[in-house]
């Protein structure tokens, strides 16, 4: 079984083929513009789970949420900032806004009950534990009697 990403597609794909950069080698597409937010991911199956590896640097592991609903893991996370500096003649305010979410099926061969996340050095963790009859077992020889 494998895990498989889904994706939430904001516009058909002809409008990103239309307006995909400008003259200057920018992204005018807003949809296209918010694809470079989303976090690499790496997704490894040994013979007793699935381990997905979120690359968030700059996280603390209070900023994800998971959610599991049905068969769909979502991991998002959200980060706001705001600086205000008062100076003599002027104001400054800046803000900053970074968001994502990625969604992934499960197999129905994860055990739903035992899926648990670790975050350290940048990296979001999350182990999901295959049932105990889906686990892999080792081959063996059967001798003849």
């Known amino acids: 079984m ?15 083929e239309l307006f995909q ?4 080698g920018g992204i ?7 694809k ?3 976090p690499a991911t790496n997704i490894k ?3 007793d789970d699935f381990i997905l590896e979120v690359a968030a640097p700059g996280k603390a592991k209070e900023d994800f949420k998971l959610s599991l609903d049905h068969d769909v893991l979502t991991i998002s996370t959200e980060e706001k900032k705001e600086e205000v500096k008062l100076e003599e003649n ?8 970074s968001a994502f979410t990625r969604s992934f099926k499960l197999p129905q061969t994860v ?8 975050y350290t050095n940048g990296i979001l963790n999350v182990a999901l534990p295959k049932k105990e009859e889906d686990k892999v077992k ?7 009697s």
């Open 2 to 16: 494998n895990i498989v990403k889904r994706k939430n597609a904001d516009f058909p794909s002809i409008f990103d």
């Open 21 to 24: 950069t400008d003259w200057f």
């Open 28 to 34: 005018t597409n807003p949809a296209t513009a918010t």
């Open 36 to 38: 470079g937010n989303i």
């Open 45 to 47: 199956e040994t013979a």
């Open 90 to 97: 002027y104001t400054r305010k800046e803000f900053s806004f």
């Open 111 to 118: 055990n739903k009950e035992e899926i648990n996340a670790t």
């Open 138 to 144: 080792p081959k063996r020889t059967i001798e003849i």
